[in-house]
Structures are given as C-alpha cells and as structure tokens.
C-alpha cells in the first residue's frame, strides 16, 4: 500500500512565480545579540569605534553602541533570500537604500518585500527580478529601506514571462534624507584620538582618492559562516555538490561578504565616517571566490550639509573593490570596461562628525 502527500518542502520561487506588485512577508524574525556583533566583528574585523565600544558611543549621544550598518542590511537581506534569490544566479546591484532607525542589541528584524520590476534574459532561462525590501524592528518602525535585482533561473524556459517592466529608481538618496538613524552627535566629546583618525568632515575634499592600503584574503569556511550568520540560504554559496557542475566550478561567495570588508577595509583612510546613512547604487562587477584577496580604494564625489544638522556632514563614496590586486594606483577601467581586478563598484553616503 502507498500513499502520497503534498510536498512540505520549500524549492524557492523561480523567475516565472513572481508577480508585479507581489508582497511577500519573509520568514524568520531575528533578535540580534552582541553575540552576532562578535561573529561579525571576528569574520571582518571593522574598527569604527561608534560601533566598538558603548563608552564611546553614549559620549556623544548614542543609548549604547548600535549594531553595524551592514550587519544590519545582511540579516533584513537574508530574510529575503528564501522567497526572493533561492534559485538566483547572482544578485546583481542596489539602489535607493536607506538606513532610517538604529539598532541595537535585543531589537528584533523583520522583513517585508514587494515585486517591483520583471525582466525576462534573451536567453530565457534567466529573468531579472526587482524588489523593494524593508526591515522592521519589534515596535513596526522601518529600519531599512532597500531596492535591489538579482538574476532568478527559470524553472520551465518555455514558461511565459511574468512581466517586462524595468523600475525606475533614484541615481543617489537625497542628502535631506539621510541621518534618521544617527541621533544628534557630541562634536565636542568625540574623541578623535580613541576613533583612530584626526580627519573630520572639513578635511575631505571632493575628487579626493584615498587607497585604503591593506588587503584580507577570504577563506572557504569564512564566507559560509558570514553567510550562515545572516541566515542565508542561497544555493550558490553552499552546495558544492552542485555549483561543482555548474560554470564556475565552486562556491560562490556572497557579494555582501565584499562590501562588509571593503568597509572594513576603508577604516585606513575613512576612520570617522561612523555611520554608512545610505547606499545610492551598487554593482558586483565580478564574482569572488576563497582564496583571494580583497584590496579596496575609494572617491569622495560629492560632500553635503544635512539640513538642520551642524553636528555632522556627509561624504558621497564610491569605494572600488578589487581582488588580488592592491590599490595604490586605484584601478578602475580599462577602456570601457571594468579593469579584471575590481568585483564591487559601490556608491553609497556616509556620516562623519564635523
């Protein structure tokens, strides 16, 4: 005698499942610890010391040291893979992110997506999908507010496509947007001793290009942990058994696991921009893989009041990551494309005092 039942297992939505306008509500809610900064601090060694030390952080107006920027975006980012990129190929690029509430220790994140572009590849085995994601803390106030596409298999090729529609999102966030998750700063408590860099706000000129110097290499078991922090579960950065077959060979490593150690990688150069208060676009030029070794660079393209504020002002980056390649000559471009070395071109707003 046998008998059948309705699979209970979870294979990821693939490009022809999604729907403009779709909202999905992502599993699973997350309290993060300091035993979550610890891991974080351990696997890319950030030194900013606003986010280090809770002395430091409530001396010039913080209630305690809040979570890193990042470590947020990555869990409200991991929350969306099961629905959104289970089946990606690779994320693609950012737009249009904005942190607007700190986090602290104890607060709990949630995630919320919306479908709000389809494009199906000329290859038709691959489509473009675009979503706005937005994480929440416990008391239902937005923390972060995201678009982001990624690159989803089909799971049938002659499946029709779902849409053909390409969002239009905002090159850069607005300076007028930026600070909602930074309270107002002591200037005069900062210690720029203990920060670890004398370079305030008015000593940044724009055009300025600062080689961050040092490079990390980035092990197999490394990136897996990182990306099993965040609770992650996308294919490409786990099943050796499959990416084996796949055209790369191996593992893919998770192109945020880049832009955290660019960022840690900017303290040499940029050790008082505390507080990353947005993201205006991002592209992961290549991918990288364990083994290799990350170098980092970055441009000030533009500086800003915020209105209302005197504490603080921001810097507009574009911090270029490259891979076994260091920076002192800041690569870039060859020509029209992307020099081989670099794997993440990002632009994003940062906060530093004044």
């Known amino acids: 005698m046998s008998s059948s039942t309705a699979a209970k297992n979870n294979p990821g939505n693939f490009f022809e499942d999604f729907r403009l306008g779709q909202q999905i509500r992502h599993a699973t809610p997350r309290t993060i610890t300091t035993g979550d900064v610890a891991l974080y601090h351990g696997l890319f060694g950030p030194r900013f010391a606003v986010q280090s030390s809770d002395v430091f952080a409530q001396t010039i107006g913080y209630p305690r040291s809040p979570i890193d920027d990042l470590l947020v975006f990555h869990v409200v980012f991991g929350k969306?893979?099961?629905d959104i990129s289970l089946n990606a190929v690779a994320n693609l690029g950012y737009a249009d992110c904005r942190f607007l509430k700190a986090v602290y220790p104890g607060d709990?994140?949630?995630?919320?997506?919306?479908?709000?572009?389809l494009k199906e590849n000329s290859n038709r085995k691959t489509g473009i999908v675009y979503v706005r994601s937005r994480g929440f803390d416990q008391h239902g106030d937005t923390a972060l507010d995201y678009a982001r596409w990624v690159m989803v298999r089909k799971r049938d090729e002659a499946a029709a496509a779902p849409g053909d529609t390409v969002p239009e999102l905002p090159k850069a966030v607005d300076p007028a947007q930026l600070g909602a998750a930074c309270p107002a700063?002591?200037?005069?408590?900062?210690?720029?001793?203990?920060?670890?860099s004398p370079h305030r706000f008015g000593d940044y000129q724009v055009g300025e290009k600062i080689d961050h110097a040092d490079?990390?290499?980035?092990?197999?078991?490394?990136?897996?942990?990182?990306?099993?922090?965040?609770?992650?579960?996308?294919?490409?950065?786990?099943?050796?058994f499959a990416q084996s077959k796949d055209r790369f060979g191996k593992r893919l490593i998770y192109g945020g696991h880049v832009i955290s150690l660019a960022r840690a990688?900017?303290?040499?150069?940029?050790?008082?921009?505390?507080?990353?208060?947005?993201i205006?676009?991002?592209?992961?030029?290549?991918?990288?893989f364990a083994g290799l070794t990350v170098f980092a660079w970055s441009e000030v393209l533009a500086k800003a009041d915020i209105p209302g504020r005197s504490d603080v002002g921001a810097l507009r980056l574009r911090t270029i990551a490259t891979k076994d390649q260091p920076c002192a000559d800041f690569?870039?471009?060859?020509?029209?494309?992307?020099?081989?070395?670099?794997?993440?071109?990002?632009?994003?707003w940062v906060l530093m005092p004044k």
């Open 331 to 348: 690569p870039l471009k060859t020509g029209d494309d992307y020099d081989p070395a670099v794997i993440l071109d990002l632009d994003y």
């Open 185 to 196: 700063i002591n200037s005069a408590a900062y210690d720029f001793a203990l920060a670890g």
């Open 108 to 117: 709990t994140l949630t995630a919320v997506s919306e479908v709000i572009g």
């Open 215 to 240: 490079g990390m290499a980035v092990e197999e078991a490394e990136h897996q942990i990182a990306t099993r922090l965040y609770q992650n579960t996308a294919k490409v950065h786990f099943n050796l």
């Open 280 to 288: 205006n676009g991002g592209r992961h030029v290549a991918p990288l």
């Open 80 to 82: 969306t893979v099961p």
């Open 265 to 278: 990688l900017s303290f040499n150069g940029l050790g008082n921009a505390f507080h990353v208060a947005a």
